[in-house]
């Protein structure tokens, strides 16, 4: 110790006299070890703000000086605790959802004391603004524009929930202030500072472990250069900005349900890029979807070019119109538009710390990305208020002509119909439903469009106001514009990347396996049919006599999986069939399970019955075990079920995405535990423990496993486990080398034009 302790302070003193150090200035550790950084002079958020002493700071509140730390989750509930203590008729404060990890989720929604004073009545006149069935009388001229500002879905972009801070604290206690007094008098503001606070707060813990005397800028600095799986994720590592539509975490399905309430005018997303760049506001970048309203798209330009106005005054850069498009309608930027919002997406240059050093520019500090959001975010609440009048009529013809367009269209409806996976139908009901979609569900069957359908089909007509979502989900194709398509056909033939930003295929029923069809003419109704405006759930049911020998769910739907899932869990006796069978005059699949009495506790229907609710299965309940066709119960084709120990690979070098999705899949949709195990832990006897290891795409595993892992594994599957790769994780476990299959990759390319495999190899496949 001694030796290392002179050899550094000798190097130090010598780097410092070459002049290689620059001089030690305090830095942002702990309070009682270090002064915060000084702001540069003149440096102010909002240059002349007059303020409130009686609404407390953030400083007062948490510690720190808005942009002087990264601001932690549970702080920026606290401190929106403490805005809303300090002005409680200026604003309020509530949860709307919680993320998987148990965090709060809330928003503020901050306005003049009339306005704060009478937002039932308000929320009552948006939802007849929304209702074109509705008259409207004099609801629109009492309406506040209102403006949602959602901060910082992806954890790591830091700046969005400080400015978020910044913002409310801006409207509540500035004093003095005509933009500000435009807002309160002619607007809502809603904050929802936080939409991932389990990704904030793996990226903030990652960042101040890292953290040290002084903070660096350098872009390989570990305080600035997150480890596994990084903060943009949430919990089950999902890029949450994508699930609008999809609604798999509850955090998005917090967001529709608060959205689907209040239907906010205006939607920012507000996000951060890479460090190089400057800002990103409206109007979005082509492709625009087809689906998006004409008024839509022009009020873009209002937006930007106030908010141009503003970065201008203060000297800020920015772009428009490049990068992110507004085609896919799976972002918080666009899901909105489609109940008649104006949904943006806006982009700030991240410092991915407290301090970036660029390339290109000068270097910055993050308080100066929390500026830029809190300017934008002011610029735009005044937009909407200047512009209220305007956007309110907008939005009600928005509902009036999807209505009418809806009746005039060729399709009038589109009915999902009930099949052989009921279950997927069924879903893809319920996910239009929970976005606003009105859905009709028969309850006997009917002859529409030539052709007959079942009871259980759902009918989605198109002359309701979600008219456009509707086209744009459960389409088959929704079309890039002509000429977009043809300069990107274009540059493709001349080797140049193509100008889409991301997602350009959705169609949620292929996605889901559900055979839509496209009725024309006038849509199905009546009355053999149930009206749904809300969340569609399904229930399953046990039929059948109560003293029963034998309970059997039919295999080939996802609610027969989560029903086992839940069996084998609780400790049932649980048996497949390995063949179809037929009794008591009903069919059953090869796979079907079976719950015999015998085998089971006393309270086995009870418990059936209450998975059968839970997990919407279907149970029949038979009295005796005479089986007309198939295989008996005691057949050696009928085999029993053991609750199967589960791993999914983690860490380098899988895909956070895609072992995230895996494991979610596993423990979300079909109610099953699964144990996370570090790929550099599988060098290890403790393999043993587990049947089944879930090996998700991402790098070569061969170089985390190296040999001795690689061994392990496959001696552990010579033992019998199971194997299960997916992406990349199924080329690497299909590789020669690694002897893990017995298949091999047939006629892979190499650079000396032979084939990969060898003629033995190939006799094997």
């Not at 006299?17 to 001089?23: E, H, I, L, R, V």
């Not at 990084?230 to 890029?239: A, E, K, V």
């Not at 087809?290 to 106005?309: I, W």
Request: some cysteine.
């Amino acid at each position: 110790m001694f030796r290392l302790t002179a050899f550094l302070t000798a190097a130090l003193f010598s780097a410092a006299a070459s002049g290689q150090t620059t001089p030690w200035r305090p830095g942002y550790g702990p309070a009682d070890a270090q002064a915060p950084l000084t702001r540069p002079a003149g440096f102010e958020f909002w240059p002349g703000a007059k303020y409130d002493p009686a609404i407390p700071t953030l400083e007062s509140v948490v510690g720190h000086r808005n942009g002087e730390r990264i601001t932690r989750p549970e702080d920026a509930v606290r401190y929106l605790g403490a805005l809303r203590r300090a002005a409680p008729l200026r604003m309020r404060l509530f949860e709307y959802a919680r993320s998987w990890e148990g965090r709060p989720l809330v928003y503020a929604v901050i306005g003049s004391e009339a306005m704060i004073a009478r937002l039932d009545a308000i929320k009552k006149d948006i939802a007849r603004a929304a209702d074109p069935s509705l008259p409207l009388g004099d609801a629109l001229s009492n309406l506040p524009a209102t403006v949602f500002l959602s901060y910082s879905v992806h954890g790591n972009e830091i700046s969005g929930t400080d400015a978020a801070l910044l913002t409310a604290y801006h409207l509540i206690a500035a004093t003095e202030d005509a933009t500000v007094d435009k807002i309160k008098r002619d607007a809502l503001v809603f904050i929802d500072p936080s939409q991932n606070p389990d990704g904030r707060a793996r990226f903030v813990h990652n960042f101040e472990i890292a953290e040290g005397l002084e903070n660096s800028g350098s872009a390989i600095a570990a305080e600035r250069n997150e480890p596994w799986p990084g903060g943009r994720t949430n919990h089950y590592l999902f890029d949450m900005n994508r699930d609008w539509f999809a609604l798999t975490q509850p955090e998005t399905r917090g967001r529709i349900r608060l959205l689907r309430e209040w239907r906010p005018l205006v939607f920012v997303d507000l996000h951060e890029m890479n460090t190089e760049s400057t800002y990103f506001f409206s109007p979005e970048a082509r492709p625009y979807n087809p689906h998006l309203a004409s008024s839509q798209r022009e009020s873009l330009e209002l937006f930007g070019r106030n908010n141009a106005k503003w970065f201008d005054r203060n000297g800020f850069p920015y772009f428009t119109r490049e990068v992110y498009d507004a085609f896919y309608p799976g972002y918080g930027a666009s899901w909105p538009s489609y109940y008649g919002a104006i949904a943006m997406t806006y982009e700030r240059g991240s410092a991915r710390g407290l301090l970036a050093d660029r390339r290109k520019g000068p270097d910055f500090h993050y308080r100066d990305s929390v500026r830029q959001h809190f300017l934008a975010s002011i610029a735009t609440a005044e937009t909407a208020a200047v512009n209220r009048d305007r956007l309110w009529r907008d939005f009600r013809a928005y509902q009036e002509s999807a209505v009418s367009e809806g009746r005039r269209e060729s399709t009038r409806a589109y009915i999902l119909p009930a099949g052989h996976d009921n279950a997927a139908a069924f879903r893809l009901a319920g996910l239009l439903t929970q976005q606003g979609v009105e859905v009709l569900t028969a309850k006997s069957s009917f002859a529409a469009c030539g052709k007959n359908f079942g009871a259980g089909s759902h009918v989605v007509p198109l002359a309701q106001p979600a008219k456009r979502l509707i086209r744009t989900l459960l389409d088959d194709q929704v079309e890039l514009e002509a000429d977009f398509l043809a300069e990107q056909e274009r540059r493709r033939a001349k080797d140049l990347g193509d100008e889409i930003y991301d997602v350009t295929a959705w169609s949620l029923p292929m996605m889901m396996g559900v055979a839509v069809a496209s009725c024309e003419g006038a849509a199905p109704g009546g009355g053999n049919f149930v009206t749904h405006s809300g969340r569609l759930t399904r229930a399953g049911v046990l039929t059948g006599p109560e003293a029963a020998v034998a309970y059997l769910v039919a295999w080939g739907e996802r609610p027969a999986t989560r029903l086992l899932a839940r069996a084998l869990r609780a400790g049932l006796s649980v048996s497949s069939s390995d063949r179809a069978f037929t009794i008591a005059e009903r069919s059953f699949p090869a796979g079907t399970l079976i719950f015999q009495q015998a085998d089971n506790r006393g309270d086995l229907h009870a418990v059936l019955s209450r998975f059968a609710q839970e997990t919407g299965a279907s149970v029949i309940a038979v009295g005796d075990s005479w089986v007309v066709e198939g295989p008996n119960f005691g057949s050696a084709n009928v085999v029993a079920m053991r609750a199967p120990k589960i791993a999914v690979a983690w860490d380098d070098p899988t895909s956070p995405t895609i072992a995230g999705t895996t494991r979610y899949v596993v423990e979300r949709q079909f109610d099953y535990p699964v144990t996370a195990v570090r790929v550099e832990d599988m060098n290890n006897r403790a393999l043993d423990q587990f049947d089944v290891i879930l090996l998700p795409g991402g790098d070569d595993y061969s170089r985390v496993l190296g040999k001795p892992g690689l061994d392990r594994l496959r001696a552990w599957v010579e033992r019998g486990g199971v194997l299960i790769a997916t992406g990349a994780a199924a080329r690497f476990a299909a590789d020669p080398d690694t002897g893990l299959l017995s298949i091999r990759r047939e006629d892979a390319a190499r650079p000396d034009g032979l084939e990969d495999a060898s003629q033995e190899e190939k006799a094997t496949v």
